[in-house]
């Protein structure tokens, strides 16, 4: 088993469609993260779940909906959707201790094509 | 507010010609500088992380150093297995955890 597992690897959606992203950690991290990677472009915090509590949302439009059930599972539920959302959107987990973060562990990501 | 600039954006090299990329960062209260390979189509993989100015990690061809202002990571006799592109990322004050990430230089070695 790798480190992080984010499905599906690929998604096309129209921008009426509902999706979820899936990830799950097998390290035993207590926090979770969501990016976004765009072309040409820094890697975007999105969310970040410190013991399955929201504790960082960077502004992100509702239409992005982050569910972490537990501390090995998060998703990322999605809604319509614009084409300026396509883009790779990975996952990772770290340990935070009194908040100094272990290294960050990514997923590879899903590539999400909205068209 | 905290931000991070990596240089050059692309670099080439041949086979054995060594060089260094460039992190320079601001952020008040810097808790750790983290270094990242991606290759494409996967996410970024960890290669080292600085906590203090004057501290230097060295992993095969790699070595990162750390000042107060940036970070360098340079290649020695880089092959072309050593392509990739090179994430700068700095943590901030913030308990979260959350990582500030530079945009990246693409590596291409050519044999």
């Known amino acids: 088993e790798t480190g992080v597992t984010q499905t599906p690897r690929h998604l096309v959606m129209g921008m009426t469609n509902k999706k979820s992203l899936k990830c799950e950690q097998h390290l035993g991290h207590n926090a979770m993260y969501w990016y976004k990677q765009s072309a040409k472009k820094p890697l975007e915090l999105m969310f970040v779940y410190s013991l399955e509590e929201r504790v960082e949302n960077n502004s992100v439009p509702s239409r992005f909906s982050p569910e972490c059930p537990n501390s090995s599972h998060l998703f990322l539920h999605l809604h319509t959707l614009q084409p300026e959302d396509s883009a790779l959107y990975l996952c990772?987990?770290?340990?935070?201790?009194?908040?100094?973060?272990?290294?960050?562990?990514f997923g590879n990501g899903t590539r999400l094509t909205v068209t | 507010e905290d931000q991070v600039t990596q240089s050059p954006e692309a670099l080439r090299l041949q086979e054995g010609e060594s060089s260094s990329l460039n992190c320079s960062y601001t952020v008040s209260g810097l808790r750790g500088l983290f270094w990242y390979r991606q290759d494409p189509g996967k996410g970024p993989e960890f290669l080292f992380t600085l906590y203090s100015a004057g501290e230097e990690k060295e992993k095969e061809r790699l070595k990162a150093t750390l000042t107060k202002k940036e970070s360098f990571l340079h290649i020695t006799a880089p092959k072309p297995e050593d392509s990739a592109t090179y994430l700068c990322?700095?943590?901030?004050?913030?308990?979260?955890?959350?990582?500030?990430f530079g945009q990246g230089t693409t590596l291409q070695v050519k044999p």
């Open positions: 990322a700095v943590q901030g004050p913030s308990n979260t955890g959350k990582l500030i």
């Open positions: 990772a987990s770290s340990h935070i201790n009194r908040g100094l973060n272990s290294p960050l562990h």
